[in-house]
């Protein structure tokens, strides 16, 4: 099955986790490892693996509100900053909250952020968070409307913002090689790849892509919607023949000294 998706193993560095996606109420069975010189695996209904934590619905709940708990707990350190003979001015709050909490808030949110994909939850807990940081930069009171102290701080709607973040992730596929294995899974009409996966898009039929909820569509989206109208030595793109060239005297300017 790994070979099939392009995957090479080796087992000695090989970690194994008995991860438990039964909906029932009865307890599964241990797996037994000791034919294979391993232990008795315990089944679990959570899997961390490299910072990420799976629920066994894939709901991802578990993983915001560690990230959301974990920085919520750094914006009440930063408080100490404050302490200082001088303090720190609500700009230098907003760049503490911008370049120190988002991004470890939003870790990987390509996991749970995709199109059609239950995330009332996830911006909720990332709301409180962000309400807090908002708080916490201009030192405002707790009953302060929401939406004004988000304005105040120049901070924008997180869903706003993880949708600025996703398109821009989105268009990051153009940049890996053409060897790369997301490459052979997008459609062959928008992927430079010449070799095609068993299982990419292409075998799918539309019905079957409509049903799917993946990062992975969102960006054969992203690319079919950019991509084929821009041609980067179309005619009026040379010295000459742009528009304000053509049409000049259609354009007005007006200057004035500042």
Same mark, same amino acid.
């Given at each position: #099955?790994?070979?099939?998706? /392009?995957?090479?193993?080796?087992?000695?560095?090989?970690?194994?986790? =008995? $991860?438990?996606?039964?909906?029932?109420? $009865?307890?599964?069975?241990?797996?037994? %490892?000791?034919? +294979? !010189?391993?232990?008795?695996?315990?089944?679990?209904?959570?899997?961390?693996?490299?910072?990420?934590?799976?629920?066994?619905?894939?709901?991802?709940?578990?993983?915001?509100?560690?990230?959301?708990?974990?920085? #919520?707990?750094?914006?009440?350190?930063?408080?100490?900053?404050?302490?200082?003979?001088? /303090?720190?001015?609500?700009?230098?709050?907003?760049?503490?909250?911008?370049?120190?909490?988002?991004?470890?808030?939003?870790? !990987?949110?390509?996991?749970?952020?995709?199109?059609?994909?239950?995330?009332?939850?996830?911006?909720?807990?990332?709301?409180?968070?962000?309400? !807090?940081?908002?708080?916490?930069?201009?030192?405002?009171?707790?009953?302060?409307?929401?939406?004004? @102290?988000?304005? +105040?701080?120049?901070?924008?709607?997180?869903?706003?913002?993880?949708?600025?973040?996703?398109? &821009?992730?989105?268009?990051?596929?153009?940049?890996?090689?053409?060897? =790369? %294995?997301?490459?052979?899974?997008?459609?062959?009409?928008?992927?430079?790849?010449? %070799?095609? =996966?068993?299982?990419?898009?292409?075998?799918?039929?539309?019905?079957?892509?409509?049903? @799917?909820?993946?990062?992975?569509?969102? #960006?054969?989206? &992203?690319?079919? /919607? @950019?991509?084929?109208?821009?041609?980067?030595?179309?005619?009026?793109?040379?010295?000459?023949?742009?528009?304000?060239?053509?049409?000049?005297?259609?354009? %007005? $300017?007006?200057?004035?000294?500042?």
């Amino acid at each position: #099955m790994l070979e099939k998706f /392009g995957l090479i193993v080796k087992h000695f560095k090989t970690e194994v986790f =008995h $991860f438990n996606r039964s909906q029932g109420p $009865f307890n599964p069975l241990s797996l037994n %490892l000791s034919p +294979i !010189r391993g232990t008795v695996l315990q089944p679990k209904n959570i899997w961390k693996y490299l910072g990420f934590i799976f629920d066994k619905k894939l709901s991802f709940h578990q993983y915001v509100n560690f990230y959301s708990n974990k920085v #919520m707990f750094m914006v009440k350190c930063m408080k100490i900053l404050s302490n200082s003979n001088q /303090g720190i001015n609500p700009t230098q709050k907003y760049l503490l909250y911008r370049t120190c909490v988002l991004p470890i808030a939003l870790y !990987r949110f390509q996991l749970w952020f995709y199109n059609r994909a239950p995330m009332s939850y996830h911006l909720k807990i990332l709301g409180k968070m962000q309400r !807090r940081a908002a708080i916490w930069i201009l030192g405002a009171f707790k009953i302060s409307p929401l939406f004004g @102290i988000k304005a +105040i701080a120049g901070l924008i709607p997180i869903k706003l913002h993880l949708q600025k973040l996703g398109g &821009r992730s989105q268009l990051h596929t153009y940049s890996l090689p053409p060897n =790369h %294995l997301i490459q052979s899974l997008m459609d062959s009409s928008q992927s430079i790849s010449t %070799l095609q =996966h068993s299982v990419s898009l292409d075998s799918l039929t539309s019905h079957q892509c409509s049903l @799917i909820k993946s990062h992975l569509v969102n #960006m054969v989206n &992203r690319c079919n /919607g @950019i991509f084929p109208s821009f041609t980067p030595f179309y005619s009026e793109f040379s010295p000459s023949h742009t528009i304000i060239d053509n049409f000049s005297d259609q354009f %007005l $300017f007006n200057l004035h000294n500042k």
